[in-house]
């Protein structure tokens, strides 16, 4: 508990101005009290994204919601609380950052061990909780073991096109480096794209074999995926039924012509695998 309460005093003394500067964000406007950015969650033209200088918090008008320093790292990370509460406790306050991908310290990074067929009974059982069939997790996911400060992990593993991996299991969700967006081409002119894996996994479940998919993995790489959504006239958006999923909706559908949002089928769900999991029982996380 002391470990947490100092590790705590100094995380709190960590720029998020620079913070934001090593992920490659930099202020659209600022005062010596603020600084304004594009939101680094979300495509938009008009920087929404306030940090106060004073208070050093954040707060993305446009997503409604903010918080620390702290939160910027687990929500830009998508990291647990642990990992990024010790990553920015090995950042000292006065350093001066450098633009350069958020990457953990080396001394904490993620290291993939293995991908193999998933076998692991608790993985099954997980898969069956999100009411998704083993053999259609087998053909896109693999049972990944990896570790972490000297840790070993394991759960369902997506690969993104950059080799990185979106990691679930039945207690966490994390991901290793590279991230990136995952795109299955199948050669045909209709496109599905998701935010996450068990979106992705749910439409597979009534979408047709030969659509191709892209899963975002994060919305921070919606304006990188347009180069793959562009070569599709016919695109069907199964995005998350919150503020920041709606506005990745209406920016696509503004954006490509050929783009159409089918959040209706789950209009009273968060997302696609919760309606899926409602209506078929089943819980997820």
């Not at 929404?48 to 997503?63: E, P, Q, R, T, Y």
């Not at 304006?223 to 959504?229: L, P």
């Amino acid at each position: 508990m002391k470990r947490e309460q100092i590790s705590w005093e100094k995380v709190r003394a960590v720029c998020i101005v620079k913070t934001m500067a090593k992920a490659g964000h930099f202020p659209k406007r600022e005062t010596e009290k603020e600084a304004w950015f594009l939101s680094p969650f979300r495509p938009e033209t008009h920087a929404s994204f306030k940090v106060s200088k004073i208070k050093n918090l954040w707060f993305d008008h446009g997503a409604g919601f903010g918080g620390n320093v702290l939160d910027l790292v687990v929500r830009f990370y998508d990291c647990r609380l642990r990992d990024a509460l010790d990553f920015l406790s090995d950042v000292p306050p006065s350093l001066s950052f450098h633009p350069q991908p958020f990457i953990p310290p080396s001394n904490d990074k993620l290291i993939i061990k293995s991908a193999n067929p998933i076998w692991h009974y608790g993985l099954k059982v997980y898969l069956n909780k999100r009411n998704i069939t083993l053999e259609t997790a087998k053909k896109y996911c693999k049972e990944v073991h990896y570790s972490r400060k000297g840790n070993h992990y394991f759960g369902i593993g997506l690969q993104n096109d950059s080799g990185g991996w979106e990691l679930r299991n039945m207690y966490y969700k994390s991901s290793s480096s590279p991230k990136d967006i995952t795109y299955f081409s199948n050669g045909c002119m209709q496109l599905v794209v998701t935010e996450g894996m068990f979106d992705f996994l749910t439409v597979t479940n009534f979408c047709h074999d030969k659509m191709s998919f892209l899963i975002l993995n994060s919305l921070s790489f919606l304006k990188k995926a347009m180069k793959h959504i562009e070569m599709f006239k016919d695109v069907k958006l199964y995005l998350d039924n919150d503020k920041a999923g709606k506005e990745a909706t209406n920016w696509l559908m503004q954006n490509h012509k050929g783009c159409i949002d089918k959040s209706y089928l789950y209009k009273d769900y968060k997302d696609i695998n919760e309606m899926w999991i409602g209506t078929n029982g089943g819980y997820g996380r």
